[in-house]
């Protein structure tokens, strides 16, 4: 099969299509046939060797992905050959034309969603879903800024918090961006690149935010904390750097700061994700929206144009 190897950390070019075996289903393993496949920035620090926790070499990356069962191992009850599945989180990275996963790592992908939405499930999704509801504590009523509403984290967010209430506010660098947040259900959108935007967000939201999602954390967590309501959270998905917060902007508003990594959630969390994600998808509220599909072959192209401005949905791998 074709896959995509890194055999040493280094720039978008470290990303190979190389020859390797279809790597063959043991026992609780499911064989999955990739048809698309999900790229996440955290793919792209591990390649840069920017990462806490970084594989052996060589690698193929990716925990996402979409497709068909190709083959199980014994003792494997869940799925069947043919059936149509998301992976989260893999044996053997989705970058690939095969991707080896425990039966607990695929899930039913229904049919009116594509495989390239089904790429856009586990990371962004769960992110989301984390943030919103076991950090954040999002109630039905409240106020949420969406602080990079036009990437797969954020887009999956805006979705999750509309579905359960709240009101949504959103923010994107380019009109395709903010056209694209409105599009999944924000109430407002904010252009976070515009001088004076902070103070528009605080026009738009008087009594304050009583959540914040950051995408960015180095650059905005100090704004954030003046954006709270009282009682107000903000949840870090992303950041990139250091950064500065003044404590009296959280005491003064009895405010919070969580964070956290998708590694680290339980597995009764975990079950809750997957849940929140299969009741999306049913009713429709979940529907990622893609933004740019690669071939596996320019995997290295789809890093270059992930790290650049300007998102507007997922970007997926085509193996
Ligand atoms: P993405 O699709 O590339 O989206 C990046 C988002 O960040 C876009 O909405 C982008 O907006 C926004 N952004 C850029 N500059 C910003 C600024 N100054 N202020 C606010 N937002 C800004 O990436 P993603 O997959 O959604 O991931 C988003 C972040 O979450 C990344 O840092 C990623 O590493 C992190 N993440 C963390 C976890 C976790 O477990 N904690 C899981 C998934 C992702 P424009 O392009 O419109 O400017």
Redesign the pocket.
């Known amino acids: 099969m074709k896959a995509i190897r890194v055999s040493r950390f280094g720039g978008p070019e470290e990303l190979r299509l190389e020859e390797a075996p279809v790597p063959a289903p043991a026992a609780g393993q499911v064989l999955v046939r990739v048809l698309a496949a999900g790229v996440?920035?955290?793919e792209a620090?591990i390649r840069s060797g920017a990462y806490p926790a970084l594989p052996a070499l060589p690698y193929t990356p990716g925990s996402d992905g979409a497709g068909t069962v190709a083959a199980i191992g014994p003792e494997v009850t869940a799925v069947k050959p043919g059936d149509r599945v998301y992976i989260a989180k893999c044996l053997s990275g989705t970058y690939a034309e095969y991707a080896l996963a425990l039966e607990g790592q695929v899930h039913p992908l229904p049919d009116r969603v594509t495989f390239q939405q089904g790429a856009a499930l586990w990371?962004?999704c769960?992110?989301a879903y984390?943030?919103l509801t076991h950090q954040g504590g999002a109630a039905a009523g409240e106020t949420v800024l969406v602080?990079?509403?036009?990437?797969?984290?954020?887009?999956a967010a805006v979705q999750f918090a509309r579905a359960r209430g709240l009101t949504v506010l959103g923010?994107?660098?380019?009109p395709k961006?903010r056209e694209l947040a409105l599009r999944l259900g924000a109430h407002a959108v904010f252009d976070?690149?515009a001088p004076g935007y902070l103070k528009e967000i605080e026009a738009a939201c008087p009594r304050g935010a009583d959540l914040v999602l950051?995408?960015?954390a180095n650059?905005?967590l100090g704004a954030d904390l003046k954006l709270l309501a009282k009682g107000g959270r903000v949840v870090?998905?992303?950041?990139?750097g250091e950064s500065v917060i003044d404590p009296r902007d959280l005491m003064s508003r009895r405010g919070s700061i969580r964070?956290?990594?998708?590694?680290s959630v339980t597995p009764q969390e975990e079950r809750e994700i997957h849940g929140a994600i299969a009741a999306g998808l049913a009713d429709g509220t979940l529907n990622p929206a893609i933004?740019r599909e690669f071939p596996l072959a320019e995997a290295a192209a789809a890093h270059a144009a992930?790290m650049a401005?300007?998102?507007?949905?997922?970007?997926v791998l085509i193996p």
Not at 236 to 240: A, D, E, L, N
Not at 309 to 315: D, Q, R
């Open positions: 996440n920035p955290y620090y990371v962004p769960g992110a984390h943030a602080h990079g509403a036009s990437g797969a984290v954020g887009g923010t994107a660098g380019t961006g976070h690149t950051e995408m960015l650059v905005n870090v998905i992303g950041s990139r964070a956290f990594t998708l590694w933004g992930l401005p300007g998102a507007a949905g997922k970007i």
